[in-house]
């Protein structure tokens, strides 16, 4: 009998095998180091992505073409040894292509990578895990349940730059929804957009349906990336602004035909969180919808990681942000009135739950 133990390479050992033995060494096989591996490659990898975005490597190659690392060094005024290994764990990550010692864009980074491609994530690299110091101290914040720097202390600086950088993503989104939700079909539709950001959601329904009108809100400064992004689009004469607290604002009751919550429930705590379903509620017109976008948690933590690992970016760099279940929101919705609750998924890794407030006399 051989004693159960511990061995980095079991399978390898050529007097273990099955030939030799006619069984294998050990019943007992210590589970690979990989997952651990790939933690603390982690924080590797995010930092060589954001390098190769600061130094405008996936833009420089699209104007250049294919081309060699001699030639990425001159143009991003870098140096060439430090670039190549650089470049090298791009490709490694499978974030850009090379052959024979031409590198070049994958299809991957033509549509997340460049600054203007169709679905770009550029801009939010940096800015999506929130604000970095935070990380290094996981543990005290943890410790004494108080985060170092939370994004509460300078919103506006921390939400610019995000909104500009999810705008793409969430107005994708909000224009495929159309086909779930027939927004451009309806007959000249109020949106209350809370929280707007860039607007992406009021912007994708102005655009498809010309008798739509929308009222925009967010905090100031916040708010002026929504007022050119309006205007970018072509729909700001039938855009109205209020700047503002969401949970303090003045809402006309029984007004909207859709109501936005997009991305803003999880920063809010489950408290903040209900009262903003509320105040949905009381705004959307009998026979309206609300459309609550967020990162949902599966029960079993699993399912969907993206999720839970947001909500633990949210623990991570603000007061009271949290992550909440499908079976969480959907009860919150139910007990401020809305019925018929529905999830849709108009582009991967984008969930909305759809509800309707009751028409009267139902
Ligand atoms: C994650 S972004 C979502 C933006 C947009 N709704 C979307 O789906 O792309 C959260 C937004 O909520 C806004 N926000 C945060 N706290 C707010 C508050 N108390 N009142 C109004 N807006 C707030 C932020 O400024 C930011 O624009």
């Known amino acids: 009998m051989f004693e159960q133990r511990d061995s980095p390479y079991p399978q390898l050992k050529k007097t273990h095998t099955m030939a030799r033995l006619g069984r294998p ?12 591996w790939s933690v603390i490659e982690g ?25 060699r690392v001699e030639t990425l060094s001159k143009e991003t005024d870098s140096s060439t040894y430090h670039l190549r290994l650089l470049l090298d764990a791009v490709v490694a990550l499978g974030l850009l292509d090379q052959f024979d010692d031409i590198y070049q864009l994958n299809d991957t980074a033509k549509r997340y990578l460049l600054t203007d491609g169709p679905a770009s994530m550029a801009g939010l690299v940096a800015v999506a895990p929130g604000p970095q110091t935070n990380w290094a ?39 495929r929804s159309d ?40 905090l100031p400064i916040v708010i002026d990336v929504a007022q050119r992004k309006v205007v970018q689009h072509g729909v700001a004469d039938r855009t109205e602004f209020l700047t503002g607290d969401f949970h303090q604002v003045d809402l006309p009751a029984d007004e909207f035909d859709l109501v936005i919550l997009g ?14 379903i509320k105040r949905a509620f009381a705004a959307t017109r009998p026979g309206g919808r609300l459309i609550l976008a967020d990162y949902f948690v599966d029960p079993e933590r699993k399912l969907n990681p993206h999720a839970v690992l947001m909500a633990a970016t949210m623990m991570a760099s603000t007061t009271r942000g949290a992550g909440f279940t499908h079976q969480q ?12 609750l529905r999830v849709i998924e108009p582009i991967g890794f984008q969930q909305q739950i759809v509800a309707s407030k009751p028409r009267e006399g139902q």
Do not use: Q
């Not at 060494?25 to 651990?36: S, Y």
């Open 25 to 36: 060494w050990t019943d007992h096989k210590p589970p690979p180091a990989a997952p651990v």
């Open 43 to 67: 924080l590797g990898s995010y930092y060589i992505l954001l390098a190769a975005i600061e130094l405008d490597i996936f833009d420089v190659i699209d104007r250049t073409g294919p081309t």
């Open 137 to 175: 101290c996981l543990a005290d914040t943890v410790r004494s349940g108080r985060v170092a720097s939370p994004i509460e202390n300078d919103r506006a600086g921390f939400y610019v730059p995000l909104v500009e950088g999810t705008f793409t993503t969430m107005y994708r989104c909000a224009a």
């Open 179 to 218: 086909l779930k939700l027939g927004y451009s079909a309806m007959s000249s539709p109020r949106i209350l957009d809370l929280g707007a950001g860039g607007a992406p959601w009021a912007i994708a329904v102005l655009e498809r349906n010309s008798t739509a009108t929308a009222v925009v809100n967010d």
């Open 263 to 276: 991305h803003v429930c999880r920063t809010e705590g489950a408290d903040g969180a209900i009262d903003l």
């Open 329 to 340: 929101f959907a009860g919150w919705i139910r007990s401020a009135g809305f019925e018929a």
